[in-house]
């Protein structure tokens, strides 16, 4: 069972920042907030992960509200080839014999 | 070189036939799985496989029965194809169960 919900749908302007919401309010202390995306007919892909503290790399930012309940990810300047599903996924890393589980995501749409 | 690599792409098979799709990975991780996508874009977990283990066995049909001959390898032998088997099938692994996953570009199934 996914534990997070996503928006359906978010749409954004190419050079823009896309911010991409998500609502995990019974994230457990143990729990890490990870981000993949899949493109078109394509394998997902890892963006980021996080425990409580903001994160950063070349793809994205992920900021996580203090009481992380909720996150958002942020990719700051959008481009076409962005447009995805984007996976929102809270997980125990070290929770024994469980593995990634894939919600149904939001799907980013990058326009000119 | 393809990180995680799956044979064959593309795979079109009549109803009772027995197929086998392979995956191997480059990097020397530890830990593989299986994932299945459907007509409606879920991804579901199906096996895992740590150092040759079986570690995760979902509720799949029996008909199902991956094999992993070393820690680089994990293919996915699927008896009697049923037309519900038709998905796109995703090989990944990871470090360890903690870690990042590495996705393959998927197998596509087609059961006629």
């Known amino acids: 069972d996914a534990k997070t919900t996503q928006p359906t749908s978010m749409d954004c302007a190419e050079g823009r920042a896309a911010n991409l919401p998500c609502n995990h309010s019974t994230i457990s202390g143990n729990e890490y907030v990870y981000w993949y995306r899949q493109i078109h007919s394509q394998g997902p892909q890892y963006i980021i992960h996080?425990?409580?503290n903001n994160e950063t790399n070349e793809m994205a930012s992920l900021i996580i509200t203090e009481d992380r309940k909720s996150s958002t990810l942020i990719l700051p300047h959008a481009t076409l080839r962005d447009t995805a599903v984007y996976y929102c996924i809270v997980r125990d890393p070290n929770q024994a014999g469980t593995a990634l589980i894939f919600g149904k995501g939001t799907t980013l749409s990058v326009s000119s | 070189d393809t990180a995680v690599s799956q044979t064959p792409k593309y795979l079109v098979t009549q109803m009772g036939n027995d197929k086998s799709i392979k995956c191997e990975q480059n990097l020397g991780h530890d830990t593989m799985y299986w994932y299945k996508q459907d007509s409606k874009k879920f991804l579901k977990i199906m096996f895992s496989y740590n150092n040759k283990e079986l570690i995760i066995n979902e509720t799949v049909p029996n008909r199902f029965s991956p094999k992993s001959p070393d820690k680089a390898h994990l293919n996915l032998h699927i008896n009697s194809l049923e037309l519900g088997d038709s998905a796109v099938y995703f090989c990944?692994?990871?470090?360890?169960?903690?870690?990042?996953?590495?996705f393959g570009s998927g197998t596509r199934l087609t059961v006629v």
């Open positions: 990944a692994s990871s470090q360890d169960r903690g870690s990042r996953y590495t």
């Open positions: 996080g425990l409580k």
